[in-house]
């Protein structure tokens, strides 16, 4: 069936559907929001105070002047919020797999691309959310970016969880029990995490290791983290907006094949069944 046999009607009556069943598991899972808050917020209260004397930032853009580590890795915290909540969705996505819900959702007669491309996206404003409340809980904290770059940020935010998220829709094709997740979590979060400029310049990486400075800049992570630090600061990031499109484009794109039953994994593994 073609996609545009379904009238409008029909694609949001089946996009609200799958955001609602997100937004439920939200809803009902209080821990979940609570750690996503605990995380960055332990960096930012602990970490950052005690290397704010140990770790001076230099001017270099979008700062105009020097600022407070805790300023500094803020947007990185951000994106850490995000990254956290796209390996999330994969974990629901293993989950629904071994309970059948995964079946019910990839025989629906809508194209494959549309109900990823949904569920994405619901996961997305999930994320935003957490980030929002993150930066309110910041500004208390006296980091306080211009009052317009709460809105100016949106995009970036909108960009940047949707290439996490997609990357964790493609992990998620790969991971064949739950059990696994939690050395999936290890071998990818915290790698793209700490070899990102999320807590350190990357002229800072370059001063310890050429080689480290290297994979920093290399780390689609960086390019998410530099991209919500402009933003926050009414600029934009060209390379990163760049990299962040390209890398959102061949996640999606990698995560549709593999779920698509004639030829990724997804119909391999349940022929094989």
């Not at 694609?11 to 559907?17: I, S, V």
């Not at 995000?82 to 819900?101: H, I, K, P």
């Not at 959102?248 to 990698?254: E, R, T």
């Amino acid at each position: 069936m073609s996609d545009i046999a379904f009238p409008p009607r029909a694609w949001a009556t089946a996009f609200l559907g799958i955001a609602r069943r997100e937004t439920l598991r939200f809803v009902n899972q209080r821990g979940r929001f609570l750690a996503a808050l605990v995380r960055p917020l332990v960096w930012l209260f602990i970490f950052a105070a005690g290397f704010r004397a140990v770790l001076g930032m230099s001017i270099t853009p979008p700062y105009q002047t020097y600022v407070l580590y805790e300023v500094y890795v803020t947007p990185g915290l951000c994106a850490m919020i995000q990254l956290f909540n796209g390996m999330q969705s994969s974990l629901s996505m293993v989950y629904d797999r071994e309970t059948g819900a995964m079946r019910t959702l990839l025989v629906s007669p809508f194209p494959r691309w549309f109900l990823l491309g949904s569920k994405l996206v619901a996961g997305v404003i999930v994320s935003i959310i957490q980030v929002y409340t993150f930066l309110a809980i910041a500004w208390f904290w006296d980091i306080r970016p211009p009052v317009w770059g709460y809105v100016a940020v949106l995009p970036a935010l909108v960009l940047s969880g949707m290439m996490l998220g997609a990357m964790g829709l493609f992990l998620s094709s790969a991971i064949r029990q739950l059990e696994n997740f939690a050395g999936v979590m290890n071998f990818v979060i915290f790698p793209m995490f700490f070899a990102s400029s999320a807590l350190y310049p990357l002229w800072r990486m370059r001063e310890s290791s050429v080689l480290l400075h290297d994979i920093c800049a290399l780390n689609p992570f960086t390019h998410a983290v530099e991209l919500i630090r402009f933003a926050l600061y009414l600029q934009v990031n060209w390379l990163s907006l760049t990299v962040v499109l390209g890398c959102l484009a061949g996640f999606f794109g990698a995560a549709v094949f593999m779920y698509d039953p004639a030829k990724g994994a997804w119909g391999r593994r349940k022929g094989a069944t």
